[in-house]
């Protein structure tokens, strides 16, 4: 095994000190030594930046046991127990794990070097490169993949190497460092320097600096934007014109998550599998396992012979999603010949504690009751006002994202915005106590023993009415919610068959907000004011697999930050992606 390059050793601890963050870039995670030796400088400093991010790339990532055994004799084996608990669900592709309360985030790149650095843009405070030596590892150490990394750094950017190869130090010092053999190591120690103009393709973003901001909307979106700016440092105000938060399609009493999965692959596919990610780690977090969510699984069911699934999955993983076997379905309650898919990361949730714990979070106020209805350039010019409809001022603030669902279109009229609305059918656990307990989805999902102040309950559902934005219930809804249960599981409509026709059934309904092709929309309002209103909205029916992913990829671009997504996936998300849809 190659020398670790603890690059925390090389001046970052008196470099960072007072900085609002940190960034690395990682070539080579290898058994993560380097990353737990930096995370453990930043929790030993108490001068430390405010978030430390490490983008590590890594072709092979080894087995959680690996981690635990090269961490078992180090300093930082507690901390190699917190990375051991989010290793898992490693495809190829970006993987953000979240640490310290979400001031400490690892973005894994799971794949080919170069390709992965292709697909990230940031500017690195601190470049490592680790591995075995150019002759065992030719793709980490080539003049390719060394100048690509060269793109990563900024004037006086630290760089250190496992490898002391004279060809490492000559392509490093081409590409504009000044390089010299470590004084307390095998490798190489040096600075970005160079003698000409660095004239960058894309140049770099510029961080803001935090201050306050007004969100609009305490749903699942604004909540999540909220917490994610709290955590940078910045004062939010939260505006929304109901009496109490996630009154909209948040309110939905409780929510199956669980990944899209396509043949394919798909952008949906990709998208969903790191939000939920990060949900996860929030509901882990955030909220009481058993009583607002539960890691359950979820089982789907498919259209006979609909089994299909990407290639190279296998019931090994590192896929978390895979057939379902004969006792998956058993215990679901299902005919062995169903066809259906587990997904061991899915479960869930109820949205509007998850909410709460959002906005409860330091450096976030609420005022509910308070309708935006203007937006207005303030005094000063990088500051916003926002009136009410009686032209009283609710907020100044420097910066505005707008999150209040369908709502969000009174404030961006140009924008395509679609309302979606959902209706679901519930009851209390008494009148069917032996549904099954693991959540299933398909054609609508079915929820059961949903803990409770005033006794468990089931859900089920849901209706799609799009164009319609009327939260009332309808009787016409509830029995469609009957026939959707019977095709997805037909024990459960016949167990429930009394409580539908006696009229022990109550219903809920809500209105999401959808774009144009069903993708959430993050970005400014007009790509020509960056620090205008920004939108983070059209979550659809999606908004626990998106939210925190939205708000991230929101804070990211704020901040100058490496991004969660790999930066195709991320322009997916885009405003810019919908044209002359958005912006007229």
Not at 153 to 159: E, H, K, L, N, V
Not at 481 to 496: D, I
């Amino acid at each position: 095994m190659a020398e670790p390059v603890a690059w925390h050793a090389d001046g970052a601890p008196e470099a960072w000190a007072g900085r609002p963050q940190w960034c690395v870039l990682q070539v080579g995670f290898g058994l993560g030594l380097n990353f737990l030796a930096t995370w453990q400088a930043w929790r030993d400093d108490t001068q430390r930046p405010r978030m430390l991010h490490v983008v590590a790339i890594e072709p092979h990532p080894v087995s959680r046991d690996d981690l635990l055994r090269a961490a078992s004799d180090a300093p930082f084996a507690e901390l190699a127990t917190l990375l051991a608990a989010q290793w898992h669900g490693l495809l190829p592709g970006f993987h953000r794990l979240s640490f310290d309360d979400g001031h400490v985030l690892l973005t894994l790149c799971i794949g080919e070097v170069q390709t992965m650095l292709r697909a990230q843009r940031f500017e690195a405070d601190t470049i490592g490169l680790d591995g075995s030596g150019p002759e065992e590892n030719a793709a980490f150490w080539s003049p390719d993949t060394l100048k690509a990394v060269a793109r990563f750094a900024r004037i006086g950017t630290r760089i250190a190497t496992s490898s002391s190869a004279r060809e490492v130090h000559d392509t490093l010092a081409q590409n504009g460092f000044t390089v010299q053999g470590s004084s307390s190591r095998d490798g190489l120690e040096g600075e970005f320097t160079p003698t000409w103009t660095v004239r960058r393709r894309t140049p770099a973003a510029e961080a803001a600096t935090p201050g306050h901001c007004a969100v609009i909307g305490a749903g699942l979106a604004g909540a999540a934007v909220a917490a994610s700016l709290a955590r940078r440092g910045w004062r939010v105000t939260v505006l929304d014109a109901a009496a109490r938060p996630a009154t909209g399609a948040s309110g939905v009493p409780a929510a199956v998550f669980a990944p899209h999965v396509s043949p394919d692959d798909a952008l949906l596919s990709r998208l969903t599998r790191a939000g939920l990610r990060l949900t996860w780690q929030q509901l882990h977090d955030r909220l009481e396992e058993g009583v607002d969510w539960r890691a359950s699984g979820v089982i789907e069911r498919r259209a006979p012979g609909d089994d299909r699934l990407p290639l190279g999955w296998s019931a090994e993983g590192p896929n978390e999603s895979w057939h379902a076997d004969a006792a998956q379905r058993r215990t679901a309650g299902l005919p062995d010949e169903t066809t259906a898919l587990w997904h061991a990361c899915g479960g869930w949730a109820k949205p509007a504690r998850l909410v709460a714990a959002w906005l409860a979070q330091p450096g976030v106020t609420v005022r509910c009751g308070a309708r935006a209805a203007r937006i207005e350039a303030g005094t000063v010019s990088s500051g916003w006002q926002l009136f009410d409809a009686e032209d009283r001022l609710l907020v100044d603030a420097d910066r505005v994202v707008i999150a209040a669902g369908f709502e969000s279109a009174a404030l961006a009229p140009h924008l395509t915005l679609q309302p979606v609305r959902g209706q679901v059918a519930w009851g209390r656990m008494a009148v069917a106590p032996d549904l099954p307990a693991t959540p299933l989805n398909g054609d609508g999902h079915l929820i059961a023993h949903v803990p409770d102040t005033d006794g468990a309950f089931w859900l089920a559902g849901a209706t799609f009415d799009r164009d319609s934005r009327d939260p009332s219930t309808r009787e016409a809804d509830t029995e469609a919610n009957r026939v959707r249960l019977a095709r997805l599981h037909p024990g459960a409509a016949a167990k429930l068959g009394d409580a539908f026709s006696q009229g022990q059934v109550q219903a809920w309904a809500g209105v999401r907000c959808a774009s144009h092709d069903r993708r959430p929309l993050v970005g400014p309002c007009d790509p020509q004011m960056p620090r205008g209103p920004w939108l983070c909205s059209a979550l659809g029916s999606r908004g626990l697999s998106f939210a925190v992913l939205c708000a991230e990829l929101l804070a990211a671009r704020w901040h100058a930050e490496p991004l969660p997504l790999p930066e195709k996936l991320a322009a997916a998300l885009d405003m810019e992606r919908v044209g002359d849809r958005a912006i007229q």
